[in-house]
Antibody, heavy 125, light 111 residues
């Protein structure tokens, strides 16, 4: 199982970036996926998640209305479109595949199983 | 201030036992949602250490154990080793916020 993020870089406040996460070694469409970020010197923050089919999506309040998660199961790739970027969005962005022991409902009891190495986003003028 | 509260730091000598607590509320841990633990070694991506409260992924030594009671969970590490020095994060789901949550993280120092 391998996840490889790309698309990070430096962008000015108010700008946009699209992150990608290429998956291999597992049946991508069978798994929900998440983006998790870590600001410099800070802890982990779950950003967004998407179900295997793409029907269900969820976002942290801090990014709702500005970020959009999507996936292309034919390309085994997860995306995060980030608009209206702010300085506080500066972070390493990790993608991870989600698993659950006992399925209750979308997102409940989900956890991050395998993580990518991350891609760095810097928002600065 | 994280919804899941962890001590900022813990420490122990090699061979000792340490525990890291994760305190939540009735909308997350107390509601019965599973707790996970992740280990992040310096300069690396997080790694799943414990899932479903007390299940170790393949390859994680049995020196690591997890438990949950009420609105709290704990990670215990016995036979502390220098390689255990890392940041540790708990994670669960919150029904009020409808999001996945992480604790603020705990830095483990091996003396």
């Amino acid at each position: 199982v391998q996840l490889l993020e790309s698309g990070g870089g430096m962008v000015q406040p108010g700008g946009s970036l699209r992150l990608s996460c290429a998956a291999s070694g597992f049946t991508f469409s069978n798994y929900a996926m998440s983006w998790v970020r870590q600001a410099p010197g800070k802890g982990l923050e779950w950003v967004s998640g998407i179900s295997g089919t793409g029907v269900w999506t969820s976002y942290a309040d801090s990014v709702k209305g500005r970020f959009t998660i999507s996936r292309d199961n034919s390309k085994n790739t997860l995306y995060l479109q980030m608009n209206s970027l702010r300085a506080e969005d500066t972070a390493i962005y990790y993608c991870a595949n989600n698993r659950v022991i006992r399925f209750l409902d979308w997102l409940k009891n989900y956890y991050m199983d395998v993580w990518g190495k991350g891609t760095t986003v810097t928002v600065s003028s | 201030q994280s919804v899941l509260t962890q001590p900022p730091s813990v420490s122990g000598a090699p061979g000792q036992r340490v525990t890291i607590s994760c305190t939540g509320s009735r909308s997350n841990i107390g509601a019965g949602y599973d707790v996970q633990w992740y280990q992040q070694l310096p300069g690396t991506a997080p790694k799943l250490l414990m899932y479903g409260n007390d299940n170790r992924p393949s390859g994680v030594p049995d020196r690591f154990s997890g438990s949950k009671s009420g609105t709290s969970a704990s990670l215990a590490i016995t036979g502390l080793q220098a390689e255990d020095e890392a940041d540790y994060y708990c994670q669960s789901y919150d029904s009020n916020l409808s999001v996945l949550l992480f604790g603020g993280g705990t830095k483990l120092t091996v003396l």
